[in-house]
């Protein structure tokens, strides 16, 4: 297909429709435009004619072009732009445009039941229309064969619910925070024992026992500190304090827990340290497990007889390791800490030089995770930067590296600059899966312009066809949102041809 030839008839189609104006489809015409190239020859515009638009409509957008039936109006409207624009610019004599119009007339009563025929339907539509977007959503795939018989649904209490990994203090770490519990300053561990084993059997004990309101001053409550603790174990980071109050009414079923006096005694107990986010500031007061509470709820758990896994220190890891662990779904302040550590045991022509080697031929989060770690280093690490420039993948990244510098960089074509915006996208789609509408809203402020969005479908990604789909049910403006759905038929059909 002649890109340019194209790319100007939608520039020109444009230019005369605000002349005129009149609203034109170009997102739809550009399609039709593109098909007609790409499968019946037409090299320019006078090369449409009557019959063009009878085998492009009735067989190619049919087979091609995942369309609602209900669709076909606004298709066939945007043809009649086109016929309208071949007209006026001189592109096809009266005779044939008024050809064309009957055709179209013809074209729009039988459209729809061609869009909605799946004996129309080519390999790649027929595969996404069984499919179906809503498969994107699907965390799980079941191989094919047969169906397991899963029989109840599993339970999803604490002790059948997977644990995460955890990330555990040294020791030494422990040990010290022993000293520090002001519950053993009045109740000391058993003289003679191993220090960190009775600490485990006394937290076992308030779990598992009934404790009658020792702990908080409420039997109700003490009988939910099990969950309470599982919840913080699993979500291992810091939780609200008005969280844990909301909980701890629905427990006392009163609506009046105290619940500074059940913190505080929590927090002396050794089991929680409270945190003030904003100084002076009680609403910005959170809460979370000690070090020493979550070594000893791993012991309990493991006593147990379940799977409590221990995370591993990332900054002990290699860059392919630190890279993993992160996609291991790492919190962001734990990440943080853990990459801070890991830079300060390497120069940074080391790290640079180990990111960027693990990340030549990763996956595109990967990737991502290692460029973006290389974007935190100074200049010093600009000759590791350029020996990656011949990396097909890593040339846009680092050519942005060294400008982001001032430091010389060749310039971004075209072609790379769309391929590294599918790259970056691509990086964002887990985050975007989770949370649609953050994506959403950073994608209506800072997101790909529609003219950009337009072209992605002819980049050389794996991942351009998801990124485009992300796109086209993410973006709030219909139009750019209704540009990346075309673009994503477009890559789909280009992908399989």
Same mark, same amino acid.
């Given at each position: 297909m002649s890109i340019e030839w194209v790319n100007q008839a939608i520039d020109d189609l444009r +230019?005369?429709?605000? +002349?005129?104006?009149?609203? /034109?489809? *170009?997102?739809?015409v550009r399609l039709l435009c593109d098909y007609a190239s790409d499968y019946l020859n037409v090299n320019e515009l006078g090369d449409f004619t009557p019959e063009t638009f009878d085998e492009l409509l009735l067989s190619i957008y049919p087979r091609k072009v995942i369309a609602p039936p209900e669709s076909a109006p606004e298709t066939v409207a945007a043809a009649r732009t086109l016929v309208d624009y071949l007209s006026e610019a001189g592109k096809a004599d009266e005779p044939t445009v008024v050809q064309m119009r009957h055709r179209l007339d013809d074209i729009a009563t039988r459209l729809p039941e061609a869009l909605g025929d799946p004996s129309n339907f080519g390999m790649a539509k027929s595969l996404f229309s069984s499919?179906?977007?809503?498969?994107? %959503?699907?965390?799980?795939?079941?191989?094919?064969?047969? /169906?397991p018989d899963l029989g109840e649904a599993p339970c999803d209490c604490p002790a059948c619910t997977p644990l995460p990994a955890v990330r555990l203090a !040294?020791?030494? %770490?422990? *040990? +010290?925070?022993?000293?520090?519990?002001p519950m053993l300053a009045e109740d000391p561990l058993p003289a003679g024992d191993e220090p960190l084993a009775a600490w485990a059997q006394r937290v076992s004990r308030l779990l598992e026992h009934d404790a009658s309101g020792v702990v908080t001053g409420s039997a109700e409550l003490d009988d939910g500190l099990y969950d309470l603790f599982d919840m913080l174990y699993r979500l291992q980071v810091r939780v609200p304090v008005t969280v844990i109050g909301d909980y701890l009414d629905e427990l006392s079923g009163d609506g009046g827990t105290g619940l500074r006096a059940v913190l505080d005694r929590l927090a002396w107990h050794g089991m929680i340290r409270l945190v003030d986010d904003r100084a002076g500031d009680r609403a910005g007061e959170a809460a979370e497990l000690t070090p020493l509470a979550v070594w000893a709820l791993r012991q309990h758990y493991l006593s147990l007889g379940l799977d409590a896994p221990e995370a591993p220190d990332l900054a002990e890891a290699d860059a392919?390791?630190?890279?993993?662990?992160l996609l291991d779904g790492v919190p962001t302040e734990i990440a943080e800490h853990d990459i801070g550590r890991w830079l300060t045991g390497r120069t940074v022509s080391e790290a640079a030089a180990e990111l960027l080697a693990a990340a030549s031929g $990763?996956?595109?989060?990967?990737?991502?995770? $290692?460029? !973006?770690?290389?974007?935190?280093?100074?200049?010093?690490?600009?000759?590791?930067?350029?020996d990656h420039l011949d990396d097909q993948e890593l040339r846009p990244h680092a050519?942005?590296?060294?400008? *982001?510098r001032g430091l010389p960089a060749p310039p971004l074509t075209q072609e790379e600059l769309l391929w590294v915006s599918v790259d970056m996208l691509a990086l964002a789609m887990p985050a975007a899966e989770e949370d649609p509408e953050i994506f959403a809203e950073n994608m209506a402020a800072s997101g790909p312009p529609a003219h950009m969005i337009e072209e992605m479908w002819r980049v050389d990604h794996p991942d351009v066809v998801d990124v485009l789909e992300l796109l086209g049910r993410s973006i709030p403006d219909h139009t750019v949102a209704k540009a990346a759905r075309k673009a994503a038929f477009k890559a789909r059909s280009r992908a399989i041809r």
């Amino acid at each position: 297909m002649s890109i340019e030839w194209v790319n100007q008839a939608i520039d020109d189609l444009r +230019a005369w429709g605000r +002349a005129r104006e009149v609203e /034109v489809d *170009a997102d739809e015409v550009r399609l039709l435009c593109d098909y007609a190239s790409d499968y019946l020859n037409v090299n320019e515009l006078g090369d449409f004619t009557p019959e063009t638009f009878d085998e492009l409509l009735l067989s190619i957008y049919p087979r091609k072009v995942i369309a609602p039936p209900e669709s076909a109006p606004e298709t066939v409207a945007a043809a009649r732009t086109l016929v309208d624009y071949l007209s006026e610019a001189g592109k096809a004599d009266e005779p044939t445009v008024v050809q064309m119009r009957h055709r179209l007339d013809d074209i729009a009563t039988r459209l729809p039941e061609a869009l909605g025929d799946p004996s129309n339907f080519g390999m790649a539509k027929s595969l996404f229309s069984s499919i179906g977007p809503e498969s994107l %959503e699907q965390s799980i795939a079941i191989p094919s064969g047969e /169906v397991p018989d899963l029989g109840e649904a599993p339970c999803d209490c604490p002790a059948c619910t997977p644990l995460p990994a955890v990330r555990l203090a !040294t020791d030494e %770490e422990l *040990a +010290a925070a022993l000293s520090a519990v002001p519950m053993l300053a009045e109740d000391p561990l058993p003289a003679g024992d191993e220090p960190l084993a009775a600490w485990a059997q006394r937290v076992s004990r308030l779990l598992e026992h009934d404790a009658s309101g020792v702990v908080t001053g409420s039997a109700e409550l003490d009988d939910g500190l099990y969950d309470l603790f599982d919840m913080l174990y699993r979500l291992q980071v810091r939780v609200p304090v008005t969280v844990i109050g909301d909980y701890l009414d629905e427990l006392s079923g009163d609506g009046g827990t105290g619940l500074r006096a059940v913190l505080d005694r929590l927090a002396w107990h050794g089991m929680i340290r409270l945190v003030d986010d904003r100084a002076g500031d009680r609403a910005g007061e959170a809460a979370e497990l000690t070090p020493l509470a979550v070594w000893a709820l791993r012991q309990h758990y493991l006593s147990l007889g379940l799977d409590a896994p221990e995370a591993p220190d990332l900054a002990e890891a290699d860059a392919l390791g630190l890279i993993e662990g992160l996609l291991d779904g790492v919190p962001t302040e734990i990440a943080e800490h853990d990459i801070g550590r890991w830079l300060t045991g390497r120069t940074v022509s080391e790290a640079a030089a180990e990111l960027l080697a693990a990340a030549s031929g $990763a996956p595109a989060v990967a990737r991502g995770i $290692a460029v !973006t770690i290389v974007d935190r280093l100074g200049a010093e690490a600009e000759p590791q930067v350029r020996d990656h420039l011949d990396d097909q993948e890593l040339r846009p990244h680092a050519i942005h590296w060294l400008a *982001a510098r001032g430091l010389p960089a060749p310039p971004l074509t075209q072609e790379e600059l769309l391929w590294v915006s599918v790259d970056m996208l691509a990086l964002a789609m887990p985050a975007a899966e989770e949370d649609p509408e953050i994506f959403a809203e950073n994608m209506a402020a800072s997101g790909p312009p529609a003219h950009m969005i337009e072209e992605m479908w002819r980049v050389d990604h794996p991942d351009v066809v998801d990124v485009l789909e992300l796109l086209g049910r993410s973006i709030p403006d219909h139009t750019v949102a209704k540009a990346a759905r075309k673009a994503a038929f477009k890559a789909r059909s280009r992908a399989i041809r």
